[in-house]
């Protein structure tokens, strides 16, 4: 539809642009200013596209995205006088909309089978609100009512990787600093992708996530990221390492350097050394020890002269290697019986392979040890080539049948974390398997706001944090 769409309504020149359904609408909603106010004529919108549309009997409802300006308009065709359009704006990436709601609300106006609200913004740049945008309207003579699917323009969102940073963002919480939707931990690999997208993508627009969540969160649970379960305080001292590498704040480093000692305060001799899963010492398990590895590598990488962090992560892989977590098939189970100290055979999640694939490249970056990063490369081709793990060529949790509940939507953003550290250091050895999945994630597990699903290989099921990370875990790591 053109932007002079009205013109050539049945209503005839007579009707202006700017007549009494127009107004009446813009100037009871104008409340976001961003390089324009809400209530801008759409005729004044240097460009025009219509991501989504809705029909409610035999009425088209149409969302028209302005992308220069990053404003929109809803629009209602073949219908009749007395029937009502709107839009809706929502900061939350469409999980509510309250005052955003009716945003603009026009009715047909008598001689008329069409019309279209005034402009609207989709973000508010003074208060870091990401939004999105529905059209909605109903017919005059009955109560139901149609909305199109949520949109948004393509300001912060102009590639497949800063969309899905924008559309995770929806999720971000000023308030706590941390993501709504998913969980602690969970939160920790959500503002990993945040960061690691600013370096890849170079879109800055949400670097003050990282000293938001850090000031508002830092004092929680135990403090300085630190609680109950290792793994938590391991997720999150990686954080805040990349928090480190992008901002040279040092007090990033010094957070991450003291999740690391909160975690080797749980390291004892116990079938022979590694770190429990939780303070209560009852597991100890792959991913916590794995994450422990990985981060005494970072860790002693970036502190020049350091041998404490070094030691704990050599002992960290000399100790892993010892117990038979990796099986035959190069996959890595879950943990240790803790009655026989060698590998209990639970499932091999993905992020059990991702995790240590990414310590082990942090290992060889440290200490030059070939056997890491050769070992590395054999759990990487056996979890990139598994059957079980993906069928037909798309990465699988082995959970997703039932949902993998609020933990697993995070695994298989780790895994690929861990392969694309891989693919840099091995020269693009993993970049095709990495472009195939994000191909088929982009194709076949996402919705009209780029947010992508629990099934790569589709269909979408639903947003949430977690599931937004990994997929922007993806398309960071996709050459």
């Not at 497949?160 to 940073?165: E, L, N, P, S």
């Not at 490369?377 to 060529?393: K, V």
């Not at 949790?397 to 949902?403: A, H, K, R, T, W």
Request: glycine content about 10%.
């Amino acid at each position: 539809m053109s932007l002079s769409w009205l013109k050539a309504a049945a209503i005839g020149a007579a009707m202006a642009l700017t007549g009494p359904g127009f107004a009446a609408g813009a100037a009871a909603n104008a409340a976001i200013c961003n390089r324009f106010c809400d209530g801008r004529d759409p005729a004044l919108a240097p460009s025009e596209r219509q991501p989504v549309t809705a029909t409610l009997y035999g009425r088209r409802l149409t969302l028209h995205v302005n992308d220069v300006d990053a404003m929109a308009w809803a629009s209602i065709q073949s219908g009749r006088p007395g029937d009502e359009a709107w839009l809706d704006r929502s900061f939350d990436g469409g999980r509510s909309w309250g005052s955003g709601s009716r945003l603009g609300n026009i009715t047909i106006p008598a001689g008329a089978g069409g019309w279209r609200t005034a402009m609207f913004n989709v973000d508010d740049w003074a208060t870091r609100g990401v939004g999105v945008l529905r059209a909605c309207g109903k017919a005059g003579d009955r109560p139901e009512i149609a909305c199109t699917a949520w949109a948004r323009s393509t300001w912060n969102a102009w590639d497949r990787r800063t969309a899905a940073a924008t559309a995770l963002m929806t999720a971000y919480n000023q308030g706590t600093g941390l993501f709504d939707t998913t969980g602690w931990w969970n939160s920790a690999n959500a503002l990993t992708a945040i960061i690691d997208n600013i370096r890849v993508s170079g879109m800055a627009s949400y670097q003050y996530t990282i000293a938001n969540t850090y000031d508002k969160q830092r004092g929680s649970h135990q403090g300085e990221f630190r609680n109950e379960f290792i793994d938590d305080t391991g997720w999150w001292g990686l954080a805040w390492v990349a928090a480190y590498d992008l901002t040279k704040d040092v007090r990033y480093l010094n957070t991450a350097r003291a999740d690391a000692d909160h975690m080797f305060s749980f390291w004892d001799t116990r079938c022979g050394g590694g770190v429990y899963w939780k303070t209560d010492r009852l597991t100890k398990n792959a991913i916590a020890n794995s994450l422990y590895i990985q981060l005494n590598a970072a860790l002693s990488y970036r502190i020049p002269g350091d041998q404490t962090y070094r030691q704990r992560a050599q002992a960290g892989w000399s100790w892993f290697q010892s117990t038979g977590m990796i099986n035959s098939s190069n996959l890595v189970n879950d943990g240790i019986n803790m009655s026989t100290c060698r590998n209990n055979g639970d499932v091999a999640w993905t992020y059990n392979q991702g995790v240590l694939v990414n310590g082990l490249v942090q290992l060889n970056k440290l200490t030059g040890d070939t056997n890491a990063l050769a070992v590395a490369r054999r759990i990487a081709d056996a979890a990139t080539t598994s059957p079980s793990l993906n069928p037909g060529g798309i990465l699988r949790e082995p959970c997703e049948s039932n949902g993998c509940g609020s933990d697993g939507p995070s695994f298989k953003g780790a895994f690929i974390r861990g392969i694309g550290e891989l693919n840099t250091v091995t020269g693009g050895a993993y970049t095709t398997y990495l472009r195939r999945q994000a191909d088929r994630a982009y194709a076949s597990d996402r919705n009209s706001i780029d947010a992508y699903g629990l099934s790569w290989a589709g269909p979408f099921d639903r947003m949430d944090a977690a599931r937004q990370h990994s997929a922007l875990d993806l398309l960071n790591a996709t050459p």
